[in-house]
Structures are given as structure tokens and as C-alpha cells.
């Protein structure tokens, strides 16, 4: 079939499966160029594995390192006529990739919330890891039955305390407008949030695979982070979402206390604001991430996930000598974006900006760009207008 960009919102309906694959492709790219990361890890498990920060961590560990890796996520297959999610095309180009490199890299599709998908990548990992040295979580979901309760908890993204109203972006049509959120309602809506977002899912995961023998001794386990600038504090930060990074970041000492006997340890690490089907949902981050764009690409310093993810696994969790880390115990990856002079000029150009003058002072075209890239579109080397197989298999599941 045809498969042209169909957009709602923050969201786009299809998705190209060559487009995706050569997005891949160049995220892996990236990595091979970077050379071999030294002592890096060699078995991996990346729950939320099909995009984003989860993808690029995945690609980084095989192709930085030649680790096995096992990926876990929930999207949707294509079917004729009918193309399957990004994240789902994502995974078959990278097993293809991966298989084609001599690297192990098999997949699982379904709730990473509930106990059964839990039990069957521990099932996998026995039958062909025995034990794995490293777990990315990094999932981004709306919402989550328990799997202890069967409570179905939905997460909301609302300010705490108060209205917010500030600039916003509609990224498609480049309309500047003030935007007003109403305060979150009710303290249920935190804590069904913090359920969602924060960091019992992490631990359930770890205390699963510890219990079940499946966890190297050293293992590492790392989840991911965002603080941000003053300007997005109260929509994100302080906000119901907020709350619940402080849950996962809450949830560190407590992992570490879990795997000290193993000799392991955890980390949250603190990511850059970057083009996610994440965040584009968030009001006010479009407008910030592409004045962000403008000022780093500028000063030569800006990274895309990928770029992200190869400087924390290098630079970070496998570099030799202790790891830096904050006054609250984070790593910070988002150190370029936080740096002062980079702030100060996106503060300067966030009193200026305006519809008329959006093209000029901001890199909203590169926002747009990443964007559709997420879902493979805007790549000069795919011929969009020609019949491409929407049916393709991830080769480790059989639908």
C-alpha cells in the first residue's frame, strides 16, 4: 500500500516501514561510528525497548558493545491495509540489523505492567541468557492495571496547586498561542499518575528477576529522568508528572539495597528534552524543545536519543572510574541542555517569540522534522508516492 503521514494531534496514525527501518539504520550508524564501548554490557534486558530513549538504548548496547539483548513493549503488528505502530516496525528492522551483525536480539510484545509478560521474558532470559547484566527500563504509557490489584490507573498531565498559562506551539501549523491548564482535581489523580509514571513497576521487575536467579552479579539497572528549565516547572516538574519522576527517582535506594548482596546497583538518569511521542503530548515543551534546537545546534552541542544514549553508556555507566552524579544521586545527561549560557539564550527567545516570527527565531522546522521522523516519514531516501509491504514480521514473534 501508499502510506502517507496521517496526523492527530500530537500523534500520527500510520507509520512507513521503510522509513522507520532507515531511521534505524542511522541510529545504529551513529553507534558503529562512535566505535566499541570498553566493559560495556554483554546480556540486556530494555523494558519499553520499540522507541525512543528504549530503541536508541537497545541499538547502543548491541552495537556498542555486541550485547544480546532482549526487548520488551506492547505495539500493534501491521495487517493488510493496515500498517503497524512505529515502535512495531522499529523492532523488526532493528532484530534484522541485529541478526544480520551475528548479535543475539529477540522480542516480546505485550503489558511490561502485568506478571505474565514479566514471567515470559524470564522464561526467555533462563532459556538463552541464563542471566543478564543490564535492564533499561524506560516505559512511556498512559496507563496501567496493577497487576497485584487490577485497579486500572490512568495518569494525568496537570499542574499542582494552581492554573498554569503560558506559550504554546502548534507544531503543525506554527500558531503561537497562550495555552491554560486547569489544576489537578483530586489526589487520586497524583497518585494514579505516580502508579503509571513512577518507579513500583521498576522494583517489581527487579525483585521478579532477582528472585528468579536471572540478574548477573555487578548487574546494573537504569531508568530514565527529566527535570527541565524554570519555564516547564509547572506543568512538568512540579505537576502530577513531577510526582511521579520523584516516585521513580525515590525508587534508586531501594533497588540498591535489593541488589547489594548481588553486588549491583541502579540509577536514574536525567535525559535531555527531546522530540518523543511522549513528549509531544506536553503543552508548552514543543515550543521550549524547539527553541532548545536552535540555540544547541548553534553551539554545536545538540544530541538527538541516540547521541544521548551512546554518551551515557560511554561516558557514564561503562567508563572507567566512579560515575558523576548529582547532590540528589542522578546522572545527568541533560548537562549541555542545563547549561547556563544555553538557558539564558532560550529564555531570551521565549519573551520574543511569536506566530509571525517562529521560522525565524526557532528551529521548529527540525521539531516537525523529528517528528515525523519518529514514525518514518521525511527521509529523502524513501520514495513515499511508491507501494511499499505494510505486512512486516518482527522475526522473534510469530503473530
Known sequence: MIIQPRVRGFICLTSHPEGTAQHVKQQIDHIKSKGKIENGPKKVLVIGASTGFGLASRITAAFGSDAATIGVFFEKPAAPGKPGTAGWYNT??????????????????????SDEIKKQTIDLIKQDLGQVDL????????????????????????????????????????????????PVE???????????????????????????????????????????????????????????KDDLEGTVPVLNDLLKDIGGISYVSVNKALVTQSSSAIPVVPLYISLLYKVMKEKGIHEGTIEQMQRLFAERLYANGEIPLDDKGRIRVDDWEMREDVQKEVAKLWQQITTENLEQIS???????????????????????KDTDEVVEIPSIKE
Open 135 to 182: 535492564i533499561v527500563y524506560s516505559l512511556a504509557s498512559p496507563r496501567r492495571t496493577h497487576p497485584k490489584t487490577g485497579a486500572a490507573h490512568t495518569s494525568v498531565l496537570k499542574p499542582i496547586g494552581q492554573a498554569f498559562t503560558d506559550k504554546t506551539v502548534d507544531f503543525h501549523s506554527g500558531v503561537v498561542s497562550d495555552i491554560s491548564i486547569q
Open 186 to 244: 483530586s489526589e487520586e489523580d497524583i497518585n494514579n499518575t505516580i502508579a503509571v509514571m513512577g518507579g513500583e513497576d521498576w522494583k517489581f521487575w527487579i525483585e521478579q528477576l532477582k528472585e528468579a536467579g536471572v540478574l548477573a552479579n555487578g548487574v546494573k539497572t537504569v531508568a530514565y529522568s527529566y527535570i527541565g528549565p524554570e519555564l516547564t516547572y509547572p506543568i512538568y516538574r512540579n505537576g502530577t508528572i513531577g510526582r511521579a
Open 92 to 113: 523488526a528492522a532493528f532484530e534484522n540489523e541485529a541478526h544480520a551483525a551475528g548479535l543475539y536480539a529477540k522480542s516480546i510484545n505485550g503489558d511490561a505492567f
Open 363 to 385: 528551529d521548529i522546522g527540525g521539531y516537525r522534522n523529528d517528528f515525523f521522523n519518529l514514525f518514518g516519514f521525511n527521509f529523502d531516501t524513501v520514495d513515499y508516492e
